[in-house]
């Protein structure tokens, strides 16, 4: 399973870290990828993409998180497999407009500077219209004080989706949806 991390974050983020805990009890045979994507969007893209190609034929699914989702709605649409998306930035160059300029990621150490061409790249990778809704998981928090939770359903309107009341952009208590999230991906698991 692949699991694409957010702006300024990094493998080592607490859904990870949720991750890599629960899945041996809910299903061991499912290998947990996460690549270091960095903050360059067509290397971010292409990284996730060969640590897909690197998960070929093992029980799959992409998870994204934030500007993660992005990514993950992506890969999806390109390759067929099945995404879930967790609080997506459906328009990352519009939202990410705000904070061009030096960057810091806390995670990794890593100062840079974000630009108008990353914001470019990004709406390049825009596909507009899904041609594949339901192979879309949208797991969205009203609360998220980061991205409106409604654009995401009007960004994706025919995807199925879990909608919790509250919460925030971290997605509080993503470790209840862990298990929806592989039944929506067709992986077997125990339950909790």
């Known amino acids: 399973m692949l699991y694409l991390h957010g702006f300024n974050s990094s493998p080592k983020s607490q859904k990870v870290s949720e991750l890599r805990t629960m899945l041996p009890r809910l299903n061991p ?57 967790i609080n997506p930035a459906v328009y990352p160059y519009r939202l990410l407009a705000d904070y061009l300029g030096p960057q810091h990621n806390p995670y990794t150490g890593e100062d840079y500077l974000l630009t108008e061409s990353h914001m470019a790249v990004l709406e390049s990778m825009d596909a507009g219209q ?11 928090q009203t609360g998220d004080e980061t991205l409106d939770y409604r654009e995401a359903l009007v960004r994706y309107p025919d995807s199925p989706a879990w909608i919790q009341p509250g919460g925030d952009h971290r997605f509080q208590h993503f470790e209840r949806v862990v298990p929806a999230i592989l039944s929506f991906f067709g992986i077997p698991h125990s339950g909790l």
Do not use: C, K
């Open 29 to 85: 045979e499912v290998e947990l990828v996460v690549p270091e994507l960095g903050f360059d969007p067509a290397l971010a893209l292409e990284r996730a993409r060969l640590a897909l190609e690197g998960i070929a034929g093992r029980p799959a699914g992409i998870i994204g998180s934030s500007l993660g989702g992005f990514y993950a709605a992506a890969l999806s649409q390109a390759s067929g497999i099945r995404a879930a998306l």
């Open 130 to 140: 899904v041609a594949h809704p339901e192979r879309l998981f949208l797991l969205l």
